[in-house]
């Protein structure tokens, strides 16, 4: 009965994490019919792009058993982000923009590469792969999910969620419910204990919701655009204003 209700939360998880990934289509929708990435960052994207490779290999049967489940979503994580990566490379606005994001996939590659060789290569014994890869997977995951906390910031200092979307605060809330879960009955901290800090930060967003979706308060200087899914954000009057919004709500991709 464990292993049932474990393979359920695993595909929700699996369903909820697909629709976060999927949250900034919007954005590179505007890429491609502009031609130019304007003032987004593609930072989240390369973290988003290591987080998945990292958590795919530690979910596969030859490190940690009994988790394909999480391959299975941050292998689909890992393609999505690699598209993304490629529409930022071909439409970056700028020289330097583009060579910045080429050496930040670059260390994306190098990074995954050396724990997949060292894991396979140097630890042979199945525990210490497991500890090895399942620690990277960890801190990498606990990074994405605390990515938000800019944002959470904004919103206590503006009193405004304009930048927060409800249904992102949301779907972050029950995948890392989900995955916490799944980790939980699998007994796997590496799967647990990232997720459990998703569904807690997930919560604090809710909170902060429900505290401020009425309050009024406005969210940057000069009237600053409407945030769509993820980081959609349209450009305010003041340059400036909207390049920190952009680099701030940019983070919000997260996954397992």
Not at 39 to 57: E, H, I, K, Q
Not at 110 to 135: E, I, N, P, T, Y
Not at 198 to 214: D, E, K, P, T, W
């Amino acid at each position: 009965m464990e292993d049932v209700v474990k393979f359920i939360f695993g595909i929700s998880g699996n369903v909820i994490a697909l629709f976060l990934f999927l949250s900034p289509v919007p954005t590179f929708w505007r890429i491609i019919k502009r031609r130019s990435t304007e003032d987004f960052s593609g930072v989240p994207y390369n973290m988003t792009l290591l987080n998945c490779l990292l958590s795919a290999w530690y979910g596969l049967p030859f490190v940690s058993p009994n988790n394909i489940l999480v391959s299975t979503i941050n292998g689909a994580g890992a393609a999505i982000e690699v598209v993304y990566v490629v529409i930022f490379l071909v439409f970056a606005s700028t020289q330097r923009t583009r060579l910045r994001m080429l050496g930040l996939a670059s260390a994306v590659a190098a990074v995954f590469a050396a724990v997949a060789l060292v894991s396979m290569l140097a630890l042979h014994h199945g525990q210490g792969r497991k500890l090895m890869c399942g620690l990277a997977a960890t801190v990498c995951s606990i990074c994405m999910y605390a990515s938000p906390l800019s944002i959470m910031r904004l919103v206590v200092k503006t009193k405004s969620v304009e930048y927060m979307p409800f249904l992102l605060s949301l779907a972050v809330f029950l995948c890392g419910t989900s995955w916490f879960v799944y980790g939980l009955l699998g007994r796997d901290p590496f799967v647990a204990i990232p997720n459990g800090c998703g569904s807690f930060l997930g919560a604090v967003q809710l909170v902060l919701y429900a505290i401020y979706r009425n309050s009024g308060g406005k969210a940057g200087a000069g009237g600053a655009g409407k945030q769509q899914a993820g980081d959609d954000v349209e450009m305010a009057s003041d340059a400036k204003s909207s390049k920190k919004v952009a680099d701030d709500v940019g983070k919000e991709d997260r996954l397992v």
